[in-house]
């Protein structure tokens, strides 16, 4: 066989080679890199200085990870590390089940007021979190419940059912709406074609809405302040009942540590979302 590509290779003008070896500046790339390089730096000052032996963040003092372990032994951090823990695993844990019955309630039946339904459930989305935490505490002030761990709960549900359930209803607007009613046509029952047929195609949404969720209830501070009682204290409080008189160098590195979990976590929802998108492409 003969081999042709050196010889086309010297019919191309010597220019042409040259303008293709000679990478390209592109502004379009650059101005990526610098909006990258704004939104992350102070994020990395704030990793640098995590390890700083100094107590004050002026001036470095030298690398230390004693701050990382005096922080694993603060019972006051681990309790508000747990409080917290507890009230996102719990809140998203019940809006994963109402999310879901909610989207597909709106997305496979017809009633009256559906339109209107469909606006009021994602509502909780769009308004400021400290309209949501002064309406939720006048409400729990008139029914006359104390404050609480638990109240805590109740109005982190409010938000992370309307992300659950936007999530879950993006799937199901891409789903075949005929698949529940082959499985009833093959002989299964209502509750069987939910459970065998569309709940695992909506599990990655279900998934994904759950991380976005627990993200979301661990990083609250507003709503959490407003609901929270004696001995409730979540770990944006505490964080925030210390930095009023100065940012110590144990909260840099509690910051890094959440800092590095929600990029954890944000990294498994995207890539169930991505999995869920190729998946549908192959089908």
């Known amino acids: 066989m003969i081999d042709t590509s050196h010889h086309q290779e010297k019919d191309i003008p010597l220019d042409i080679l040259q303008a293709k070896a000679k990478p390209s500046f592109s502004w379009q790339g650059f101005f990526t890199a610098l909006m990258f ?24 003092q030298g690398f230390t990870f004693k701050w990382y372990t005096r922080l694993f032994r603060d019972t006051r951090i681990l309790g508000a590390l747990q409080n917290s823990l507890t009230v996102a695993l719990v809140s998203v844990g019940i809006s994963a089940v109402l999310g879901t019955l909610m989207a ?49 709960v109740a109005a982190h549900v409010v938000f992370c059912l309307a992300y659950v359930a936007i999530t879950v209803s993006s799937r199901i607007s891409a789903l075949d709406p005929h698949l529940e009613e082959a499985a009833l046509d093959l002989g299964a029952t209502p509750f069987q074609a939910f459970i065998k ?18 993200v979301l209830s661990m990083d609250d501070f507003l709503i959490a302040s407003f609901t929270a009682g004696t001995g409730s204290t979540t770990l944006p409080m505490e964080i925030f ?43």
């Open 37 to 60: 390089f704004y939104m992350y730096l102070p994020l990395l000052v704030l990793t640098f200085y995590s390890f700083n032996n100094s107590a004050y963040s002026a001036g470095w």
């Open 104 to 152: 597909v309630g709106l997305a496979r039946y017809r009633f009256p007021g559906k339109t209107l339904y469909r606006g009021v459930a994602y509502l909780p989305v769009i308004v400021p979190d400290i309209a949501i935490a002064v309406a939720t505490l006048v409400f729990l002030a008139v029914i006359g419940t104390p404050l609480s761990l638990w109240t805590i």
């Open 197 to 214: 047929v569309l709940l695992p195609e909506l599990m990655p949404a279900i998934i994904a809405g759950c991380l976005l969720s627990f």
């Open 241 to 283: 009942s210390r930095i009023r008189t100065g940012v110590k160098p144990d909260i840099n590195a509690l910051s890094v540590i959440l800092i590095l979990l929600s990029g954890a976590v944000a990294f498994i929802a995207e890539w169930i979302i991505r999995y869920q998108g190729e998946q549908k492409r192959i089908k």
